[in-house]
T-cell receptor, first 114, second 112 residues
């Protein structure tokens, strides 16, 4: 079974530029999560989708971050404009629908903002 | 709100040594508890879990017991290997929300 795919694996940008990350969840997984993992910290949930609807985006900085999950499969997370403090690893995870199910994580995208 | 506190790393051990990584939590009700592991260059993987008090989760020689009286879920392994070198995260899911709350992670380095 293929795992959660993410791209790119690494990205370096200047502050105030924009960047987008892509995630392809495990086939059949209705729930998709985006986490931000700052160096030395545990992952923090940014947004959770159930199919193509948002379940929780309470920790998403909506003035600069946006995410979408068209057709309830792939998802993109965008930052515009980026700040230095956005340097982090962005993790995508997916799980089966309903209740709490094990989340399967992708390898992450490491973003460096200069 | 819910939170998880882990011992700071790095933890450096020799091969075959005994491992303990401490984890305590703050949560209302009856959370489920997890240990995740992140090997170099790979994504987070679920290592083990426990869903109610006194449950013991185990996998790959690792164990952790859900202790409600001490709000702890310490990770242990009797004999570590070089291949266990990774970052270990303690996490919880509250009983009123399915959001995973992670600790800050503990890096383990096992030397031959």
């Amino acid at each position: 079974e293929a795992g959660v795919a993410q791209s790119p694996r690494y990205k370096i940008i200047e502050k105030r530029q924009s960047v987008a990350f892509w995630c392809n969840p495990i086939s059949g997984h209705a729930t998709l999560y985006w986490y931000q993992q700052i160096l030395g910290q545990g992952p923090k949930l940014l947004i959770q989708f159930q199919n193509n609807g948002v379940v929780d985006d309470s920790q998403l900085p909506k003035d600069r971050f946006s995410a979408e999950r068209l057709k309830g499969v792939d998802s993109t997370l965008k930052i515009q404009p980026a700040k230095l403090e956005d340097s982090a690893v962005y993790l995508c995870a997916s799980s089966l629908e309903g209740g709490y199910n094990e989340q399967f994580f992708g390898p992450g995208t490491r973003l460096t903002v200069l | 709100g819910n939170s998880v506190t882990q011992m700071e790393g790095p933890v450096t051990l020799s091969e075959e040594a005994f491992l303990t990584i401490n984890c305590t939590y703050t949560a209302t009700g009856y959370p489920s508890l997890f240990w995740y592991v992140q090997y170099p260059g790979e994504g987070l993987q679920l290592l083990l879990k426990a869903t109610k008090a006194d449950d013991k989760g185990s996998n790959k020689g690792f164990e952790a017991t859900y202790r409600k009286e001490t709000t702890s879920f310490h990770l242990e392994k009797g004999s570590v290997q070089v291949s266990d070198s990774a970052v270990y995260f303690c996490a919880l899911v509250g009983d009123s929300s399915y959001k995973l709350i992670f600790g800050s992670g503990t890096r383990l380095l096992v030397r031959p």
